[in-house]
Structures are given as C-alpha cells and as structure tokens.
C-alpha cells in the first residue's frame, strides 16, 4: 500500500499544472484591436494567465453576458434597460459598467473627396437619404455613396441616436460587418462616406463636423476631451454584478497607466 501510496504522489507531483481557463471578451468591434493589444500586453505581464478577445459588435457582446457565455461585454454604447433586466432576471445581478476608454466616431470620406468639413444636420439629411448629391454640401456634382455598420453594432446605433435623432437609415445605405469593412470600402469608392471609431481611420479622410458653437472639429484627443467634437463617446466594459476574479485584475490593467498609454497607442484617448 505504501509502494500505491508512494506512486501517486510522484505521478501527482510530477503531472503539469492545469493550465488556468481563459477570460473572455467578447463584443465591440470599434474596440477589438484595443482589447486585444490590452490582452496581449496583460498576458506578457502575468505568465500562465489567458484573455480570450472576440468582436461581433457590442449587441453581441452583451448578448453573450446575458447567456452567461462571456465574463466581459465590450460595447461603444451603453446598455439599454431591457438589457440590463435580462442580466437582472436571469443571474439575480445588475451589470456593472466601467468606462474604459474614449473616442470619437469619425466620418470617413475618400482622400479625393473635396469635402471638409459637415454639420451634423447635414450629416442626418445625407444618411436619411434626403441629401443624395456631394454637391449640395459643397463637394463635386456625383452621387453620394453610403455606407453603414450592422445593427448589433454599437457604433449604428450611437449614429442612429445621435445623429438621426432615432430614424432610420436611407434605404440605400450599403451594411457592412466592421468599421475596417466601411473603411475598406470608402478607400476604394471615391463618392463613398462612412462612420467609425477613429483609430480606423487609415487610408481615407476624416471630414470635421461643425459643434455646438459653429466650430468645426476633428475627433482629435483635445477635442474629445474637451467635448466640443460633437460626436464623443466613452467605450465601455460590461461585467454581471461587480468586476471580481481575474476579470477584475484584467480591467484594473486597462484602466492602468500602462492600460491608458495603450489606448493612445492604438489611436483612441484615455479615460483617465
């Protein structure tokens, strides 16, 4: 028996560390590339420990903390109290949210396009279909070209809220499933216009929207944070009741000096 004994106890200490079940995060896809530049940099720091980053767009994200198949919910827009009471009803919780990070949504137009700069009543005349021709707001005679992102995604429905003031979306506007799909498209289409988080924003320009006080601005940190860029947004990070576990070591590190820095470097503007 104690030969038994002695052969269990080697094979036990001998036998690999179970390696630790990753936390996942799961939503936004304005902040993807963020969280995963987070998750990489928070995994180098702390061996042995995984952070598991999926986009899909913030409706999926909090979809997923609903159905309890992820611990983190990103999402660029905050949750609606419907869904909040989903989380409620379900896990006897109420969701918790953390902003994490700034941003401006930007509008992308083609680096041909003359156009610099747009109100955002223009904006709303342009994407409600009302407004179909670059030269009624003072860009060439041809046709405008839109396009939109799909409507789990947190970023279509901060532009329905914010600039179409709840309607809806031209008929024409062409959905894509990501903002790099939008940028994509705007690169390659001349008479093209877009919105998006502006880390994005590589390969096209951004046109300014003119603020409350006539200026026109550009989503730029000093303008986010001044919120005179009219269309500022915080980014947020949803968990069920408070942050605890690991989840909560992984948000402490985005929030973070070296969190923070990481937010600049990616072309989004700390919280902090």
């Not at 109420?94 to 003359?114: F, R």
Request: net charge positive; hydrophobic share 40%.
């Amino acid at each position: 028996m104690k030969r038994i004994a002695l052969a269990v106890l080697t094979a036990l200490t001998l036998a690999p560390a179970v390696s630790q079940a990753a936390v996942t995060v799961k939503g936004s896809d304005t902040m993807v590339i963020l969280a995963q530049r987070w998750a990489e940099n928070y995994m180098k720091k702390n061996a042995g420990k995984k952070i598991q980053v999926t986009g899909g767009g913030s409706g999926t994200g909090i979809a997923a903390l609903t159905n309890g198949t992820t611990e983190i919910a990103n999402a660029s827009r905050p949750m609606k109290g419907d869904e909040q009471a989903k989380v409620r009803d379900r896990f006897n919780l109420l969701p918790t949210e953390t902003p994490v990070a700034k941003d401006g949504v930007a509008l992308y137009v083609n680096e041909a396009n003359g156009v610099t700069q747009l109100t955002v009543a223009q904006l709303r005349a342009i994407y409600q279909g009302d407004v179909t021709n670059w030269k009624a707001v003072g860009g060439a005679d041809a046709p405008i070209v839109l396009y939109s992102r799909e409507n789990s995604s947190g970023t279509y429905v901060f532009f329905k809220d914010n600039v179409l003031k709840g309607e809806d979306f031209a008929a024409s506007a062409q959905t894509l499933p990501g903002t790099a799909a939008v940028v994509n498209a705007v690169s390659r289409e001349k008479n093209g216009i877009g919105y998006g988080g502006a880390a994005y924003a590589k390969g096209v320009k951004e046109v300014k929207v003119v603020g409350q006080d006539g200026q026109a601005y550009a989503p730029t940190a000093e303008h986010v944070k001044s919120g005179k860029y009219p269309l500022s947004r915080p980014l947020f990070m949803y968990t069920r009741g408070k942050p605890s576990g690991e989840a909560k070591e992984f948000i402490d590190f985005c929030l973070s000096a070296e969190g923070q820095a990481i937010v600049t470097q990616v072309g989004y503007f700390p919280v902090k």
